[in-house]
T-cell receptor, first 111, second 115 residues
Framework: TQLLEQSPQFLSIQEGENLTVYCNSS?????LQWYRQEPGEGPVLLVT?????EVKKLKRLTFQFGDARKDSSLHITAAQPGDTGLYLC???????????FGTGTRLKVLA | DAGVTQSPTHLIKTRGQQVTLRCSPK?????VSWYQQALGQGPQFIFQ???????QRGNFPDRFSGHQFPNYSSELNVNALLLGDSALYLC??????????????FGQGTRLTVV
C-alpha cells in the first residue's frame, strides 16, 4: 500500500517567517501534486512535479521533487496571512489511476 | 472556461436513505474521479470513470456506485446511508490516459450530513 506522510501536521507562524512542509513515502510516484484547500472548499492545484530533482517556483512558494521521486517539499518564504490553509500533497499510485493524498498540513499565519 | 462544478453544495439526509451527487468536469476533460474527505483528513479515492465505465475503485463498499454520461458528467450514488458517510464529497476531472492526463482539478465539493 502506497502512503504519503506529511509533516508537520499543524503549523502556526508569524507573518514574515519562512516554513517548509514535507511529503514522504517509501514508494515511487510518477508525478506529485501540491494542493491548497480552504475550509469547506475543494483542493486547488498549486503545482505538479514529474521529474526527479525538479524544482518549481510559484511566487513565494518553492516546490521540490526528490531525486528518487519518493518525497517532496514545499517551502514558503515570508509567509502571509493569505497563505493560511490546508496543504495537501498527492501522488499517482504506480500502476493505478488514483491519486493518494497525504495527511495534510494545516498552516496558520498570524498577522 | 468553466471549472469542475458539483451539485448540490450541501445536503442533509437521514440514515438509511439514498443520495445522488452530480459533477460536471472541466471543459475538455473526459475522466472523472470521486473522493470522500472526512473532517480533518485527506481525500480518499472512491472510484474513477473513463469512457462511461468504472476504471478503478478504492476501498469503498458496494453501497457506493456511480455513472458517467456521454457528455463526461458523472453521478455518485450512495445507498443505505450511514452516519459515517457524512463527509465532503469531491469530484476531480482530468484528461484520459491517451491524452497524457497527470493533473486532477477539483470541484468545490458537496457537504453531505447524515442524521
Amino acid at each position: 500500500t502506497q502512503l504519503l506522510e506529511q509533516s508537520p501536521q499543524f503549523l502556526s507562524i508569524q507573518e514574515g517567517e519562512n516554513l517548509t512542509v514535507y511529503c514522504n513515502s517509501s514508494s515511487v510516484f510518477s508525478s506529485l501534486q501540491w494542493y491548497r484547500q480552504e475550509p469547506g472548499e475543494g483542493p486547488v492545484l498549486l503545482v505538479t512535479v514529474v521529474t526527479g530533482g525538479e524544482v518549481k517556483k510559484l511566487k513565494r512558494l518553492t516546490f521540490q521533487f526528490g531525486d528518487a521521486r519518493k518525497d517532496s517539499s514545499l517551502h514558503i518564504t515570508a509567509a502571509q496571512p493569505g497563505d493560511t490553509g490546508l496543504y495537501l500533497c498527492a501522488g499517482m499510485a504506480s500502476g493505478t489511476y488514483k491519486y493518494i493524498f497525504g495527511t495534510g498540513t494545516r498552516l496558520k499565519v498570524l498577522a | 472556461d468553466a471549472g469542475v462544478t458539483q451539485s448540490p453544495t450541501h445536503l442533509i439526509k437521514t440514515r438509511g436513505q439514498q443520495v445522488t451527487l452530480r459533477c460536471s468536469p472541466k471543459s475538455g476533460h473526459d475522466t472523472v474521479s470521486w473522493y470522500q474527505q472526512a473532517l480533518g483528513q485527506g481525500p480518499q479515492f472512491i472510484f474513477q470513470y473513463y469512457e462511461e465505465e468504472e476504471r478503478q475503485r478504492g476501498n469503498f463498499p458496494d453501497r457506493f456506485s456511480g455513472h458517467q454520461f456521454p457528455n463526461y458528467s458523472s453521478e455518485l450514488n450512495v445507498n443505505a446511508l450511514l452516519l459515517g458517510d457524512s463527509a465532503l464529497y469531491l469530484c476531480a476531472s482530468s484528461l484520459g490516459p491517451t491524452r497524457g492526463g497527470t493533473e486532477a482539478f477539483f470541484g468545490q465539493g458537496t457537504r453531505l450530513t447524515v442524521v
